[in-house]
């Protein structure tokens, strides 16, 4: 059997040495699993996101609240972290009865987990049309585009550094 070898955590750790700090704590959270680096990723996005929103003055007389961007910014990170996978079937995309299999009503087959609007919109507490109108843009516009940058850095770094 050929097994590829390990990487050593001080290579980890001279590739991570090239990242900013809040791109590190979001690989440490993300691929290291470090829970604690969660709020620590949550503050930063919300800031940096809030910052450009003062900068740009873009509120439009809608109440975006800093703990709107909050709140946001939590989904966000929980959308960037998630595998994707279906949580009733993990998966598989069938379920089995003990009779026979059925396709998943939550994912109807996909295997796949879908967070649509309407599941963000309840987990903010907004109405629907006030997320799509103004916080459906900043969560993927913005703060998705944050954590994907924040990953890109880490590819980077791989790629440079060995």
Sequence with gaps: M???PRIRSEVIC???AGLSRDASRFVRFKYAGDRSRRRGVIEDLARRVWKRREKRNTNRGLLITPK??????????????SDGMCGRCNGKGWLDTGLKRIDCFSCFGSGRRKTGDIAIARKLGVGLDFYRLEGKSIMERHMLGILASYEGDLYNAFRERL
């Design 14 to 16: 001279y590739v991570m």
């Design 2 to 4: 050929n097994m590829r």
């Design 68 to 81: 709107y961007i909050w709140d946001l910014a939590e989904v966000a990170v929980d959308e960037a972290n």
